[in-house]
Every structure is written in C-alpha cells, then in structure tokens.
C-alpha cells in the first residue's frame, strides 16, 4: 500500500477544472526507500511540459488533460493517467507500481485511459491523441481520420 499526502486531492481536482489553465500533474515517491507519494509539479504547458518533468530514475504517476476531437465542434477535455517508469528505475520499485496504481486510483479516479510509459516515445502527443480519439466512442469523421 502507498501513502499519498493530502494535497494530492487538491491538485487532481484543479486539473480537472476547466476554469484554470492547470492540465498536469505529477506524483513522485518521497525517497527511494519509502512507499510515500507527493506532488513534485503541476503546469499548464501540457503533455511537452509534463514530459519534460520526467526523470529516468524515478517511477512516478501523472494526471493530464488533454482537448481533444474531429473537428471544432467536438472538441472535448479528456483525461490521461500515466504510470512512468524510467528506464533507470530500481527492479524493487518497478515490481511496486503495478501494486501501487491501485491506491493512486483511489484519488485519481476520472481519465479515459491509461497510459504506462517506460520512455517518452510512450508518450508521444500524436499517439497519445489517437488513443484517446479512440476511447471517446463515435468518429463521424472516419474519411480524414487515421483509425
């Protein structure tokens, strides 16, 4: 089981309202030897800044919102949860994660999908976009779509 301070909840919640510019988060364990979560960053800059905040030797979790659609019209906020795992990260906490993304779900409820990366070409915007595309259902735009 993983501890996850009090002001996670606020941040979760400021990023899922439409009335502030806040479209990320991140969730880092204290230290190496402790099952202790805590916020280490929120942005507005999106997918490019969360990723950018990333470390390759740290295990984390984020939340982002992205505006995604076929067109004007359909433009919809939708919700990105993202367990990262560098490419650095000690076996102990890697086996973890997959325990752990239970209790950070808890807190983090609402997204569309989920997405676990291991290198940033996980998170590649174009990708990402497409997964989402996806799990909003109905695409009434099918001739200029890739999927």
């Not at 990320?24 to 905040?53: I, M, P, R, S």
């Amino acid at each position: 089981m993983v501890s996850l301070e009090q002001n996670i909840a606020a941040a979760y919640e400021d990023v899922r309202n439409d009335k502030t510019d806040t479209n990320w988060l991140l969730l880092e364990y204290q230290d190496e030897k402790t099952d202790v979560l805590k916020l280490t960053g929120t942005g507005t800059g999106g997918l490019a800044e969360f990723k950018n905040a990333l470390k390759p030797d740290r295990a984390a979790f984020g939340y982002v919102r992205m505006v995604v659609g076929n067109d004007e019209l359909s433009k919809r906020a939708k919700f990105v949860l993202v367990s990262w795992c560098g490419p650095q990260v000690k076996v102990m906490r890697k086996a973890k994660l997959s325990v752990h993304i239970a209790d950070v779900k808890k807190v983090v409820s609402s997204f569309a999908i989920e997405v676990q990366a291991v290198s940033l070409d996980d998170l590649k915007e174009n990708d990402v976009q497409l997964l989402l595309k996806k799990a909003m259902g109905a695409n009434y735009d099918r001739q200029a779509s890739q999927y």
